[in-house]
């Protein structure tokens, strides 16, 4: 089973020791305190163009992940999870809560955080405005060049059927992908709407199985491989 959900920005395993005591392993969310407010990065989610990017606020004071063994420390101003000091953060134009960083591996170019102690998440599929769809991008993830563009979906009519094709799949929670020659091919769909920030979802191929997680586990139609490339 897949789900989203943030329950707070660390989680504290006690682990033994050699010496018979024990310490803690802090396993942190990915996170970007600025304002004396805790920005969550969006996973299902990547800014829709370049030209939302409005000033730079400030940089990364201090990389927690890895420095702090503490499971009592209080996050600061300009503290982030995983980002190395320096890193340059910015604003979005029209949007006060939500935060961007540079991030090369990311569709599209950046990294996007969002407000979470007054922000609702919304970034799930269930919430997404299928009517507002103006755009879908279909990318081939892990290659050696990252992600690798395999298509775009302009036409109204062919949206309109791959909308479907999501909206329409079957949840089956017991599957299990075939993995007898390697893992499955992941693709992520990204969808464009009039916001900054567009919907990107995973999309797996197990060589007979397309499937996805927009909750649980659920199946699509064989028709989605009519607008995805053949490898």
């Known amino acids: ?37 805790s920005y969550l990065g969006i996973y299902t989610g990547v800014l829709a163009d370049e030209r939302y990017i409005g000033e730079k606020i400030g ?30 953060i ?34 799930h599929f269930k919430d997404m405005p299928v009517d ?9 993830a892990y290659t050696e060049e990252g992600n690798k563009k395999l298509a775009d979906i302009n036409d109204n009519n062919d949206i309109d059927a791959f909308l479907d094709i999501l909206t329409n799949s079957k949840e089956d929670s017991a599957f299990q992908p075939n993995t007898e020659n390697g893992d499955p091919r992941y693709y992520n769909i990204v ?10 979802y995973g999309v797996q191929f197990d060589g007979e199985t397309y499937f996805w997680y ?13 607008f995805i490339p053949e490898m």
């Open 1 to 37: 089973m897949k789900k989203w959900a943030v329950i707070s920005l660390l989680v504290v395993v006690l682990a033994g020791c050699q010496y018979g005591g024990s310490r803690a392993i802090i396993d942190w969310v990915d996170f970007i305190k600025w304002d004396g407010e």
């Open 59 to 88: 940089k990364v004071k201090f990389k927690v992940a890895d420095n702090i063994s503490d499971p009592s420390y209080k996050t600061k101003d300009g503290d982030a999870a995983f980002l190395e000091k320096g890193t340059e």
């Open 90 to 123: 910015f604003s979005i134009k029209g949007r006060p809560d939500l935060l961007a960083v540079k991030a090369e591996e990311t569709i599209n170019g950046y990294q996007v955080y969002f407000a979470s102690d007054s922000t609702k998440f919304k970034w």
């Open 132 to 140: 507002k769809v103006k755009k879908i991008e279909i990318y081939l």
């Open 191 to 200: 969808l464009y709407t009039d916001d900054p920030i567009a919907y990107k």
């Open 214 to 226: 927009p909750w649980d586990t659920a199946l699509l139609s064989s028709e989605i491989k009519r």
